[in-house]
């Protein structure tokens, strides 16, 4: 292919919620920006969250679309809980399996990165939420899940079409991947096993 | 080796009930007897479909076509009898990136690809009359290899014609008694075998036409079928593989089982409505019919397979595998 474009070129902001995605595999990442769908259209979500301007004292905001191009980041943050002049960002997890994930953490941290930029204030703690226990975390973000953040922003900036990641070294992942039935991850390491040299795939079959 | 959890299966329905209106009804996709009064004929969950074929008299509802497009269902009209008129096809269904690399594919790399398939073909070929106790096979053996060594795509569509040419020569020795493959004819198909061979390479082009939208490919550009106006090359190219092993394997099947007999042809050697419907019914079957599949050796269905196959190309044409991996049965 003549010019690779890379991600960075197209979308100069990288949504918080491609942080997780990206730490769960980003191969799968990969497929989704550039071979399946092209993710929430932000542009949309933004517009919805103009009518709700004026913020509220005490309780919850709700649906709260944030850029910040300092940080080359932009997301929605669904709910943020004030209370007096402290806000918090609130990220709720199905989670079946009863726990969050590091990946949740690092988006949290990108919420409350946000957040901060939005607020000019520091903002140190965030919640995950599980529905499936109804339990609530509080996560302090520390300096190491900051620059967790702006490394894995510079890597999805620096992603090319045209350099496809390898397959998860961590091969649990791909049985609850969305993306399998398209990845096909067993079948290219049978089909073409140098592809599965050094992932987890490798032996697996 | 485990099988992905599929969403390929029942993806695919067919409405040939005159009169019929498909509407949506929440999340499902309802077929209403309009004209006549059976109410509610089927439905089914939005999310399942991909493909929708319809047959003759049979309408959409327009809230229906929205959602159709909103979630990337494809629907193909054919007449009453199965020939195909066109299709409605979702706006989704462009990725810049995929299109862009199958647009930039050098010649090389397009013939690589398409001496896979011929390949491939060949292969299955020799596969299906083995499977039928039929000799004589070695010339087909040869010209399998010869693939290797073709150096252009008109060598390469040489090698297909002789190999094509020795396949239907001893094709004939897989039907049963009362049938008679003689040549290859296609417009019109001049007997009733050719004319089942006809009507189920066309379904087999939609199963692939469908598969290779939903992966986002082109279907109009070809690997080795030159592109010419209105012909969807990629799909005829890569149904190759499939001809033998599935559309004239299932044809050998109807006639070898009686399911569809001499009598179930019109003077001009199509299908009678009742044999037609029959016929549909039993190439849905037989596409959603379990096999173990010949690489990844879990079972998967025909359409699952052939669905399989187009991720696979894609995955040639955006250079994430080095080669385009037919689907050939050794056996
Ligand atoms: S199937 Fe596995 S390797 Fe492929 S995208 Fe999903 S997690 Fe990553």
Redesign the interface.
């Known amino acids: 292919m003549s010019t690779p474009q890379t991600i960075g070129q197209r979308d100069t902001l990288v949504p918080v919620s491609a942080l997780n995605e990206f730490v769960y595999c980003p191969r799968r990442f990969y497929y989704q920006h550039y071979h399946d769908e092209m993710g929430t259209p932000y542009e949309l979500v933004d517009g919805r969250s103009k009518h709700e301007k004026q913020s509220q004292r005490g309780g919850w905001i709700t649906e709260r679309y944030f850029r910040a191009a300092e940080l080359s980041l932009h997301g929605k943050i669904d709910l943020i809980e004030s209370d007096g002049d402290l806000l918090t960002p609130v990220e709720r997890k199905r989670a079946e399996s009863g726990q969050y994930f590091p990946s949740d953490e690092i988006q949290l941290a990108g919420y409350c990165m946000l957040l901060e930029s939005a607020i000019e204030e520091p903002v140190n703690v965030g919640y995950i939420y599980l529905y499936k226990t109804d339990e609530r975390y509080a996560i302090q973000i520390t300096e190491s899940h900051r620059e967790t953040v702006r490394k894995i922003i510079d890597k999805i900036q620096s992603l090319s079409v045209d350099s496809i990641p390898p397959l998860t070294d961590n091969p649990k992942k791909c049985e609850a991947c969305s993306a399998r039935e398209y990845c096909m991850p067993a079948e290219t390491a049978r089909l073409e096993p140098e592809k599965a040299r050094g992932t987890g795939w490798e032996g697996q079959i | ?2 099988a ?4 390929f299966d029942e993806s695919v329905i067919y409405v040939t009930k005159q009169g019929a209106q498909v509407q949506v009804d929440g999340g499902r996709i309802v077929i209403w007897d309009v004209d006549g009064d059976e109410g509610e004929l089927a439905s089914f969950p939005i999310e399942k479909l991909d493909t929708i074929n319809v047959f003759g008299g049979v309408n959409f509802s327009t809230p229906f076509v929205a959602r159709a497009n909103e979630h990337g269902i494809v629907l193909n009209y054919f007449t009453q009898h199965g020939k195909y008129r066109g299709s409605f096809v979702p706006e989704k269904n462009t ?1 810049a ?2 299109r ?2 199958q647009y ?1 594919l050098s010649r090389e790399r397009e013939l690589d690809i398409a001496r896979q398939m011929i390949a491939g073909k060949i292969r299955n070929a020799r596969t299906l009359l083995s499977r039928k106790g039929v000799r004589g096979t070695d010339v087909l053996k040869d010209l399998g290899v010869r693939t290797e060594s073709d150096a252009t795509k008109d060598d390469l569509r040489g090698t297909e014609g002789e190999a094509a040419e020795r396949y239907f020569q001893l094709l004939d020795e897989t039907l049963a008694d009362g049938w008679m493959f003689e040549k290859r004819t296609k417009r019109p198909p001049e007997d009733h075998i050719n004319s089942l061979l006809s009507l189920t390479y066309v379904f087999m082009k939609n199963e692939v036409l469908s598969a290779l939208r939903q ?2 490919l082109d279907p109009f550009l070809g690997v080795l079928h030159a592109d010419r106006h209105g012909r969807p090359s990629l799909a005829l190219d890569l149904q190759e593989e499939f001809r033998p092993i599935f559309c004239d394997a299932f044809v050998i099947r109807l006639v070898n089982r009686g399911v569809v007999n001499h009598d179930d042809f019109r003077k001009d050697n199509r299908l009678s409505d009742g044999a037609f419907k029959t016929y549909l019914e039993k190439f849905e079957d037989y596409m959603n019919e379990e096999l173990t599949h010949p ?2 050796e879990y079972t998967v269905t025909r359409r699952k397979a052939v669905r ?1 196959q187009a ?2 190309l894609r ?1 040639a044409i ?6 385009y ?1 037919p689907l050939t049965f050794a056996r």
Do not use: C, S
Not at chain 2, 318 to 323: A, R
């Open positions: 080796m485990k992905p959890e599929g969403m990725i990136e995929v862009r690399a930039d992966y986002n690489h990844f399989q991720i696979l995955k955006t250079d994430e595998l080095d080669e991996h």
